[in-house]
């Protein structure tokens, strides 16, 4: 076991991990994080995708041992977070979750794509979720809900 | 767009898009799946699974230091193989024990069980246990399992088949008839269901109440609460089965799992908790379990395309073992009864072989045997129509029931309940354009791809019942679902269930129901549903039923509930019971505004009693009630699929440019939900169709172990599909709904394969098999091109 520090939705975490401990388990078994989904642990489902130092990281592919000092913010961290609220908003409104397993992730992707990409189209906002995959919605609701807040978020900055 | 709409007076009912109350827990990270789960003094299990196909068991050694810590069946005293028969005559039966006795028979069953605190720490104890394997000749291919003298999978049977089945009929004069003759034949892979979602188990005895909980990934907790009683030895009130949130099922969680058996065993032995969770390497190895379909099919038709018959030998590779509860003869035995889909013939005869391999246990998959069925028929008429030389969907609308002659039972005697198959199709045909794509097919694309369209048409049997299912004789015939409501001492609703929701929406659509009956706000509704312990028995869900009959049992329920508010508001608002309406949340004097709230009834029943009448109902604000369909034969939705493709000749790739569904779920309780199930369905459907396969070499050994290899369509796959509805009510259900649940899953590999066909067919290709790979796409153009040479 090996000491480790870090920040996990804002608060200071120091704990000691096995290094082949992936951050995925240590936040669900240790810290008890359980919205980080596992779906296939080897980095193809992108259930788990979570934030590491604001960009998004499969937690199954990811040591947690790699992780001294960096700021990880799982599903849980979003709470205040508005261009969240909006996307929450948007999946339930488009009905982009049915089961829900994949939507933590999905959230954590589609967040980046609406962040980074403020003209993605449809073509490229599937394309920026090849990472992540659902087997429930086929898709539709959940680039529909993403296009809709990249939209919103147009708009909004048009009108300022 | 739907029609459907809900009336003025229940604007949160039947018809409303309604936003789903279970979306804030998952869009937050505060679901409650299985894995989420843990409990004080609680140990993880990992199995030791075979490595290999078929092979006796000779011996498993255990870590001396850790001996303690692994269990195979011979420690798991008192429990009994699972068995789960057909009474259809000639059922082969044979049990599975929940890890291996003698002998296993598929590559990844389990031998043995490991604990430790974590899961790491026990698949490190599964890597020390020792197992000799003493290999024996391998069932690999089902073609092979029926071959006279191949190694039998159950030593002590007379040949590798579960159960053959024949729908016989004399063809003599169709084939004198027949100007056209097609045969094919045709073949699907085997698949895995694949939810992101894995199963898991989670099993702790509780002291006190004697009493075994099992929390289970499930989609039926009550079946299998049933099967662990059986294979346990314990009376079904000790056992408690607890459904949480499920992260979706598609038929792989429609089973009693071997696992259960063993954690279930376990949690009794020690006394603590134990858990164990599926992985995606333990679901892909050991349980691709569906689809894979074998036909050999003749369609007999006259000069214009007009059928007159179909030959059918099929072949379903049933794998080793049967499944409880549907058993391993359901799929195959359910080709003879819906090959004929909605069409009319005069003749049909189908001989059906469930062929027993040494692979794991087939399970229905959403669609159960309709989409390899649909596969076959929908190429055949295909076929027929390009020796007939008419568009394919000319020759289909002659050829399917006709809207005059609903409610029609059709050869096999499944009655179709309603719709306009006919005008289902032109709608679909009219939406793609097919001439637009016909033009574009004469130039290809600026890119050179060839382009083809495709059609394919289906009807889906949804929550069929008693008469349909005893007949299987399988160890679970459905008959009335019930709903136990609930009026809480401050006015909200509880509702109890037996079915389980596992993306469906049940918590919104059920509430749905309710608003309908008895006016209450759906934020007022609560679903209690998927634990044995606080719910009426259901066979669960499966088959398209939940909103059939569990809202059906929702409505009855609802029903009793506002005939005893009237009932207590007659009394104390001195109004004739006829004379009140419920609507809002209250009970009103109707045109005035006399009224009491729900909450005040409430309270009145339960706070107040000396306010009630000396007659009052003893009841209460409590009331089971069960449901069955006016004829339990099932709701027959039905859906035509219509696409264009591009085809890449040289590399084999296969674009889908444009997808329309044109579909009738009769009366569509949430319209929102139902193109969610239809959008889903179909996205599973197209990987069907393109790409998922779970490819065996000879000796068994699954070739794909990551979702790198077993390909899952992602968003860039599934193109953005068009949907539209008929909304013809079932006669037969209480809102006229039709299950709807299934049918995305099953025409897709039909109008993509007809499609690609289509692009091809100048070259005199057909291709027969899916998934429609590179590697088959351009096998198959280059055997046409041997064939023509």
């Known amino acids: 076991m090996k000491p480790l520090h870090f920040t996990v939705n804002g608060k200071a975490v120091v704990t000691r991990v096995a290094p082949r401990t992936h951050l995925a388990d240590l936040l669900r078994e240790e810290l008890r994080l359980t919205g980080t989904n596992l779906g296939c642990e080897h980095g193809v489902c992108g259930a788990c995708t979570l934030e590491v130092d604001g960009a998004p990281a499969r937690s199954c592919l990811t040591l947690a041992i790699t992780c001294e000092g960096a700021k990880v913010r799982t599903i849980e961290g979003f709470d205040d977070d508005p261009v969240m609220a909006a996307l929450r908003e948007a999946f339930s409104e488009h009905h982009a979750l049915q089961c829900g397993y994949c939507t933590p992730g999905m959230l954590v992707t589609a967040r980046d794509i609406v962040i980074r990409l403020p003209q993605a189209d449809e073509a490229r906002i599937r394309e920026e979720l090849a990472g992540n995959l659902c087997r429930c919605t086929g898709y539709v609701g959940i680039v529909r809900a993403i296009a809709s807040v990249i939209a919103a978020r147009n708009s909004a900055a048009g009108g300022r | ?789």
Request: net charge negative; charged share 25%; aromatic share 6%.
């Open chain 2, 1 to 789: 767009m739907s029609t459907t709409t809900p009336s003025a007076k229940r604007p949160f009912g039947v018809g409303a898009r309604l936003r789903r109350k279970e979306d804030d827990r998952l869009l937050r990270g505060r679901a409650e799946f299985v894995a989420n789960m843990r409990m004080v003094g609680m140990q993880e299990v990992a199995f030791v699974r075979s490595p290999m196909a078929h092979a006796r068991l000779l011996a498993v050694r255990k870590p001396a230091d850790a001996a303690d810590r692994v269990f195979t069946m011979d420690d798991l005293d008192g429990v009994s193989p699972i068995v789960a028969n057909s009474g259809l005559p000639g059922f082969r039966s044979a049990g599975q024990y929940p890890l291996a006795r003698d002998k296993v028979r598929h590559v990844g069953e389990a031998i043995a069980m490991c604990i430790a605190a974590t899961r790491a720490e026990a698949e490190d104890l599964a890597e020390r246990v020792e197992v000799d394997l003493d290999p024996l000749p391998v069932v690999a291919d089902m073609l092979q399992a029926l071959e006279p003298g191949a190694p039998l999978v159950h030593e002590h049977w007379d040949r590798n088949a579960f159960l053959e089945t024949r729908v016989d009929d004399n063809l003599d004069d169709v084939k004198r008839r027949a100007a056209i003759v097609v045969t094919r034949r045709v073949r699907t892979a085997r698949q895995s269901m694949a939810p992101i979602e894995g199963r898991g188990v989670l099993a702790w005895f509780d002291s006190r109440l004697d009493q075994l909980t099992v929390t289970s990934a499930t989609q039926m907790p009550h079946i299998v609460r049933a099967g662990l009683s059986e294979c346990l030895g314990i009376e079904q009130g000790r056992i408690r089965v607890v459904a949480p949130d499920v992260g979706g099922g598609f038929g792989y969680k429609g089973i009693l799992l071997p696992e259960e058996i063993c954690l279930g065993w376990l949690a009794m032995k020690l006394g603590h908790p134990v858990r164990w969770i599926e992985d995606r390497f333990e679901q892909l190895t050991g349980n691709a379990n569906c689809r894979e379909h074998h036909y050999d099919i003749t369609g007999y038709a006259d000069e214009s395309g007009r059928l007159l018959a179909l030959d059918c030998d099929a072949v379903v590779d049933s794998g080793a073992y049967s499944s409880y509860p549907f058993s391993a003869c359901l799929e195959a035995a359910q080709v003879s009864s819906i090959l004929p889909g909605p069409y009319v013939m005069e003749r049909y005869r189908c001989h059906t072989w469930s062929a027993t391999t040494n692979k794991p246990p087939i399970l229905p998959y959403r669609g159960v045997a309709r989409t390899g069925v649909c596969f076959a028929l929908e190429l055949v008429l295909d076929a027929i129509a390009r020796k007939a030389g008419r568009e394919p969907h000319e020759v289909r609308l002659e050829n399917l029931v006709q809207a005059d002659q609903m409610p029609f039972t059709n050869i096999t005697r499944k009655y179709f309940d309603s719709g306009d198959y006919p005008e289902c199709l032109r709608r679909a045909v009219a939406a793609l354009d097919i001439p637009k794509w016909r033009e574009q097919q004469k130039k290809r694309l600026p890119d050179g791809r060839r382009v083809g369209v495709g059609v394919a048409m289906f009807c889906e049997q949804g929550a069929h019942g008693t008469s349909v299912y005893y007949g299987w004789g399988i160890p679970m015939v459905p008959g009335h679902e019930q709903c136990q409501a609930r009026l809480t001492p401050d006015g909200m609703l509880e509702l109890r269930i037996g079915a389980h929701s596992h993306g469906q929406g049940l918590e919104t659509t059920l509430a749905q129901v309710a608003h309908e009956i008895l006016g209450i706000d759906p934020a007022r509704v609560r679903l209690i549903h998927g634990d044995t312990a606080v719910t009426p028995y259901s066979t669960g869900t499966w088959g398209s039923r939940c909103m059939v009959m569990s809202g059906g049992a929702v409505a009855s329920a609802c029903k009793v509930i506002a005939q005893r508010v009237r009932s207590i508001a007659s009394h104390l608002l001195e109004a004739g019971a006829d004379d009140l309406v419920l609507e809002d949340g209250s009970v009103r004097v109707a045109g005035t505004d006399h009224a009491l709230t729900l909450r005040e009834v409430a309270h009145t029943w339960y706070r107040q009693p000396q306010r009630l009448a000396a007659d009052v109902d003893p009841g209460g604000l409590e009331a089971t009630s069960g449901y069955k369909t006016t004829q339990d034969t099932g709701t027959f939705s039905y859906a035509a699929h219509a696409c264009a493709v591009a085809v890449d000749d040289e590399l084999g790739a296969v674009e889908i440019l444009d997808y329309v569904i044109v579909e009738d779920g009769g009366t569509l309780v949430n319209p929102m939900i139902v193109d969610g199930q239809v959008y889903g369905g179909a996205a599973q459907g197209i990987g069907t169709a393109l790409y998922e396969e779970m490819p065996y070499d000879d000796q068994a050994q699954p070739l794909a172990s990551t979702l790198a290899d077993y390909m899952l369509p992602g968003a860039t796959e599934v193109p953005a599909i068009r949907l539209e509805h008929m909304e013809t009510p079932s006669p037969l259900s209480v809102f006229g709904q039709k299950g709807i649940g299934e049918g995305g899953a099953i025409a897709p590999p039909a109008a993509i394969a007809n499609a690609v066909n289509d692009a091809l067919a100048d070259l005199g290709v057909e291709i027969t098999e899916s998934p429609i790979t590179p590697r088959r796409v351009l096998a198959a153009i280059a055997a046409a091109k041997r064939g023509a040479s």
